[in-house]
Nanobody, 122 residues
Framework: QVQLVESGGGLVQPGGSLRLSCTAS????????MGWYRQAPGKQREFVAA???????NYADSVKGRFTMSRDNANNTAYLQMNSLKPEDTAVYYC????????????????WGKGTLVTVSS
């Protein structure tokens, strides 16, 4: 069974930085794309960033220029470097893996992590 585990969340002051990690474990042949989403209290989950297996990344307008997503395909791990954090970045950040292929799902399956809390506050 494929599992996604996020780490790196925590409390940071405005203007500070955090680096989130997401590792997919289990039998995995390939992962098409990995992404980060976030959900703030009382709000819907929203897209933050995504990256393809080839390394092409795209970002929500609200984080462009501040967040950078990268990926280590060999270790099925994705990272989200978050700089110049603002209070409005406070949310639970969820990792998403799309098109995960293995013996059981040769055409790909999508998975979600359980989330990691990021709190930006002075």
């Amino acid at each position: 069974q494929v599992q996604l585990v996020e780490s790196g969340g925590g409390l940071v002051q405005p203007g500070g930085s955090l680096r989130l990690s997401c590792t997919a474990s289990g039998t995995i042949f390939s992962i098409n794309a990995m992404g980060w989403y976030r959900q703030a209290p009382g709000k819907q989950r929203e897209f933050v960033a995504a990256i393809t297996s080839g390394g092409s990344a795209n970002y929500a307008d609200s984080v462009k220029g501040r967040f950078t997503m990268s990926r280590d395909n060999a270790n099925n791990t994705a990272y989200l470097q978050m700089n110049s954090l603002k209070p409005e970045d406070t949310a639970v950040y969820y990792c998403n893996a799309r098109g995960v292929k293995n013996f059981r799902h040769p055409f790909g399956m999508d998975y979600w992590g359980k989330g990691t809390l990021v709190t930006v506050s002075s």
